[in-house]
């Protein structure tokens, strides 16, 4: 699976942005999806991961209520809507495929690129 993320900006605190990610494999409809995101200097840490059906998703508690993740398979594609967004969500933003869905990186098998995300206040 290759994934190509984009959709990341700048945007003033309270705004919104939606991330997108393209994946390229035949197997995309049946593969867990994660978002993730570092900050210069930090881990990079769980943002949200959607089921590979699209009927279970998981949210890390500083973005939960104002992040959506979502899928269409159709389209090969998992998005995710942020809206509400503060200078603390500034980072680079990556989409990540796996297996099975979960908030660890270890869990991902396959990476995109990155599209930074900067919020200013």
């Known amino acids: 699976v290759q994934l190509q993320a984009s959709g990341g900006g700048l945007v003033q605190t309270g705004g919104s942005l939606r991330l997108s990610c393209a994946a390229s494999?035949?197997?995309?409809?049946?593969?867990?999806m994660g978002w993730f995101r570092q900050a210069p200097g930090k881990e990079r840490e769980f943002v949200a991961a959607?089921?590979?059906?699209?009927?279970?998703?998981f949210y890390a508690d500083p973005v939960r209520g104002r992040f959506t993740i979502s899928r269409d398979n159709a389209k090969n594609s998992v998005y995710l809507q942020m809206n509400s967004l503060k200078p603390e969500d500034t980072a680079l933003y990556y989409c990540?495929?796996?297996?099975?869905?979960?908030?660890?990186?270890?869990?991902?098998?396959?990476w995109g690129q990155g599209t930074q995300v900067t919020v200013s206040s």
């Open positions: 494999g035949r197997t995309f409809s049946r593969t867990a």
């Open positions: 959607i089921s590979w059906s699209g009927a279970s998703t």
């Open positions: 990540a495929a796996g297996a099975l869905v979960g908030s660890r990186t270890n869990m991902y098998d396959y």
